[in-house]
């Protein structure tokens, strides 16, 4: 069975740090590109970070400057490290294959099939 299983989520005070991690198993991820969506309450999923296959990457304005996308092959899984954490960034994370244009990723899932993705609460 070809997915991807997020983790590292959880409570965590404005201005601290996690890393999620995301995870492929029945397929190595070294060749697809990857993205970071989310979906606060009450809210639209959004995409977050994506990385490409050969490691270009985007961010949402939201995001710039404090998170960070990278990828192991060797682990077959992709992280995001996230800083500086708002009470904003609270959301529900998920991880997919993104599609791509010309040499970036872009913030189109290839399948619209979600995993369970992985709680952040960003509160004191």
């Known amino acids: 069975q070809l997915q991807l299983v997020e983790s590292g989520g959880g409570l965590v005070q404005p201005g601290g740090s996690l890393r999620l991690s995301c995870a492929a198993s029945?397929?190595?991820?070294?060749?697809?590109?990857i993205g970071w969506f989310r979906r606060a309450p009450g809210k639209d999923r959004e995409g977050v970070s994506c990385?490409?296959?050969?490691?270009?990457?985007d961010y949402a304005d939201s995001v710039k400057g404090r998170f960070t996308i990278s990828r192991d092959n060797a682990k077959n899984t992709v992280y995001l490290q996230m800083n500086s954490l708002k009470p904003e960034d609270t959301a529900v994370y998920y991880c997919?294959?993104?599609?791509?244009?010309?040499?970036?990723?872009?913030?189109?899932?290839?399948?619209?099939?979600w995993g369970q993705g992985t709680q952040v609460t960003v509160s004191s």
């Open positions: 997919v294959v993104t599609m791509r244009k010309y040499h970036m990723c872009i913030f189109t899932p290839v399948r619209d099939s």
């Open positions: 990385i490409t296959n050969n490691n270009n990457t």
């Open positions: 029945g397929f190595t991820l070294d060749t697809y590109n």
